[in-house]
């Protein structure tokens, strides 16, 4: 149980389009997803949290009109990102955590690689 | 705010030998939890361990297990038989399950090599 997918795992986009990248929670109910972006041979940098039927709190420096996110449902959260330029390029992960009672770790999807030329 | 300090960039370990990973962190919270996350070639993250903060019993799993010293903040990660699936990067974080919003904080990782 606890699996998390992604769509796409690979994408690539001209500069100046939007691209939507999806995180659905497969065999569990997320009250809470959250969107990661990790450059090469680095950490995890943690862009914002996402709660389904609210607004996504952003962390700081993280353009929230460039990075829009939508967790409509409870097996869904989606993050687009507008007008894309080249250093948006980055490799993107979502996770969602069970609802509030349940273990704290989370559950992390295989990731999308965006590339904008 | 917290912070997770993993000191060793890189490591590398013969094939079915033991190999301790170090981690350690700074927080002014009484409950929290520690994990370790394995990020293999393919980068899907995989959850190795999870400790409770308010368990003094370390976490064991298999070949896995933790040195959880709280007083002195410090998580290690103890991998016995090592094998070349072993290979990954791996992350230590910490998670405050007081904030309410179940958010993790990353260390910036350990990178492992299995030799064979």
């Known amino acids: 149980g606890a699996v998390v997918s992604q769509h796409p795992s690979w994408v690539i986009c001209k500069s100046g389009t939007s691209v939507k990248i999806e995180c659905r929670s497969l065999d569990f109910q997320a009250t809470t997803m959250f969107w990661y972006r990790q450059f090469p041979k680095q950490s995890l940098m943690l862009m914002a949290t996402s709660n389904e039927g609210s607004k996504a709190t952003y962390e700081q420096g993280v353009e929230k009109d460039k990075f829009l996110i939508n967790h409509a449902s409870l097996t869904l959260s989606t993050l687009t990102v507008t007008s894309a330029h080249p250093e948006d390029s980055s490799f993107y992960i979502c996770s969602a955590s069970r609802p509030v009672g349940g273990p704290l770790e989370q559950y992390f999807g295989p990731g999308t690689r965006l590339t904008v030329t | 705010a917290q912070t997770v300090t993993q000191s060793q960039p890189e490591m590398s370990v013969q094939e079915a030998e033991t190999v301790t990973l170090s981690c350690t962190y700074d927080?002014?919270?009484?409950?929290?939890?520690l994990f370790w996350y394995k990020q293999p070639p393919s980068r899907q993250m995989i959850l190795v361990i999870r400790q409770e903060a308010y368990k003094q019993q370390n976490a064991t799993e298999n070949r896995f297990s933790v040195n959880f010293q709280k007083a002195a903040k410090s998580f290690s990660l103890k991998i016995s038989d090592s094998q070349l699936g072993d290979t990954a990067m791996y992350f230590c974080?910490?998670?405050?399950?007081?904030?309410?919003?179940?958010?993790?904080?990353f260390g910036k990782g350990t990178k492992l090599s299995v030799i064979p």
């Open positions: 974080a910490f998670g405050d399950s007081g904030a309410g919003s179940y958010q993790l904080t």
């Open positions: 927080t002014s919270e009484s409950n929290y939890y």
